[in-house]
């Protein structure tokens, strides 16, 4: 896979898409993640890329040429264009899951209040926005989302079942998990853990995971329980 990220801001990059995983993934080209200075795609020698909004108001805007032009010079037959928007689609395990099977994706850093819209019309296919929050540019934003897509693709986590088994990727948070020793200042590891006994342990694991998200996260709990409803009737639809 290969990430252009295209930012006002290029030396925050590689930035921590540099170490660990994302890092050594890298490193065996496994994922190419280039930050690309919009201000080369200016046509003064001041590099402006922004520009008073029409109609007034606070703040500056992304002016619609400079990144018109960086993300057409970019653009392949298999690119998929990105801006970081606050008033995008929630960003989701699902959607990373989406993006991991893309080959190109092209991330446009948002900045400042806001994009010209004609820029969005012209060369963007989906805005994403991590959650109801404003953050002071979408560099941050961009580096989480290619961390969440960059760790699904196939062979950069140590075993790839463990993008499968983990929060959100079933629908339900994760269950809690214990290591060594087996007992620490009175708090035991649950002896279910200790039994051996596989089948009785994903039941335990399943059933954690069904309470931890109808207790902390009710909004997901209704989202699984309607997903366990549609599937029971399409199930009984196929048996009759």
């Known amino acids: 896979m290969r990430i252009d990220i295209v930012t006002l801001f290029p030396e925050m990059f590689p930035g921590p898409l540099g170490e660990s995983i994302i890092g050594r993934a890298a490193a065996r080209d496994l994922v190419r993640i280039n930050a690309v200075d919009l201000r080369k795609y200016t046509d003064d020698a001041r590099g402006t890329v922004d520009d008073k909004p029409y109609g007034g108001?606070?703040?500056?805007?992304m002016k619609v040429e400079p990144l018109v032009r960086a993300v057409e010079d970019l653009r392949g037959d298999?690119?998929?264009?990105?801006?970081?928007?606050?008033?995008g689609e929630r960003f989701t395990q699902a959607a990373a899951g989406e993006l991991a099977?893309?080959?190109?994706?092209?991330?446009?850093?948002?900045?400042?209040?806001?994009?010209?819209?004609?820029?969005?019309e012209l060369v963007v296919d989906r805005e994403f926005s991590l959650g109801d929050f404003v953050l002071t540019s979408g560099n941050l934003a961009a580096m989480v989302m290619a961390d969440a897509v960059?760790?699904?693709?196939?062979g950069v986590l140590g075993s790839d079942e463990s993008s499968v088994d983990e929060s959100h990727s079933s629908g339900l948070l994760e269950y809690p998990q214990y290591t060594r020793p087996p007992e620490f200042r009175g708090k035991k590891v649950p002896e279910i853990l200790l039994s051996?006994?596989?089948?009785?342990?994903?039941?335990?694991?399943?059933a954690q995971s069904e309470r931890l998200t109808?207790?902390?996260?009710?909004?997901?709990?209704?989202?699984?329980?309607?997903?366990?409803?549609?599937?029971?009737?399409?199930?009984?639809?196929?048996?009759?």
């Open 57 to 61: 108001g606070p703040g500056m805007l």
């Open 150 to 154: 960059v760790r699904l693709l196939p």
């Open 196 to 206: 051996g006994d596989h089948g009785r342990v994903d039941a335990w694991r399943r």
């Open 214 to 240: 109808r207790e902390r996260r009710p909004d997901l709990w209704e989202i699984y329980l309607k997903t366990m409803e549609e599937g029971s009737n399409e199930h009984t639809r196929q048996d009759s």
């Open 78 to 87: 298999r690119s998929l264009v990105i801006l970081t928007s606050p008033r």
């Open 101 to 120: 099977r893309m080959e190109h994706l092209i991330v446009v850093a948002g900045h400042y209040e806001g994009v010209d819209e004609r820029a969005i």
